[in-house]
């Protein structure tokens, strides 16, 4: 299991689908990510993509002191060699470096056992904060805006291998 100082990454799969019963998928958290908020039913649709592959897919973020859900994390490498970090914070916890720790434990494992060529993150426009994350992990904006759900989103890269 993924673990980090605060945080304890379980990997979204049939067993631990319950866990979705104790949280929910409010349109502030979602905009950036679906631009709505979500149900119960259309969140566990979404995030038991990648249930068959070990390593990669959704990631329940458990504070460790608690057992609370207070995000979760989306890893995936498409194509081979990039790897594709996402994350998301529930409201009631914005503000105290979440995110910031969540995706740093990311990024450090795909960098010490996936030897990947390039890390990606896709933010929405709308979310600086965001972008502050993945700046701080060393990823840069590139130009192009892209169009995802209906939002402008902008794609953030670090180069591993040239």
């Not at 679906?34 to 038991?48: M, P, V």
């Not at 609370?68 to 503000?95: A, D, H, Q, R, T």
């Not at 720790?101 to 600086?128: C, F, H, Q, S, W």
């Not at 192009?144 to 209906?150: D, H, K, T």
Request: charged share 25%; net charge neutral.
């Amino acid at each position: 299991m993924l673990k980090s100082s605060r945080f304890d990454f379980l990997k979204v799969k049939e067993t631990s689908i319950h866990k979705f019963n104790e949280i929910r998928f409010t349109y502030n958290v979602m905009k950036y990510i679906t631009g709505h908020a979500l149900t119960t039913e259309e969140a566990i649709q979404r995030y038991l993509r990648y249930t068959d592959d070990p390593i990669f897919g959704n990631y329940f973020v458990i504070d460790n002191t608690n057992q609370k859900v207070i995000g979760l994390v989306k890893f995936v490498e498409e194509p081979k060699g990039v790897i594709e970090v996402g994350y998301s914070v529930f409201e009631e916890y914005w503000g105290k470096g979440y995110a910031t720790e969540m995706a740093e434990t990311m990024i450090d494992y795909a960098l010490a056992n996936l030897n990947p060529d390039k890390i990606i993150g896709y933010v929405d426009a709308r979310n600086p904060a965001s972008m502050k994350v993945l700046r701080k992990m060393g990823l840069i904006k590139e130009s192009q805006e892209i169009e995802r759900n209906g939002n402008t989103v902008y794609l953030f890269t670090k180069m591993i291998k040239q």
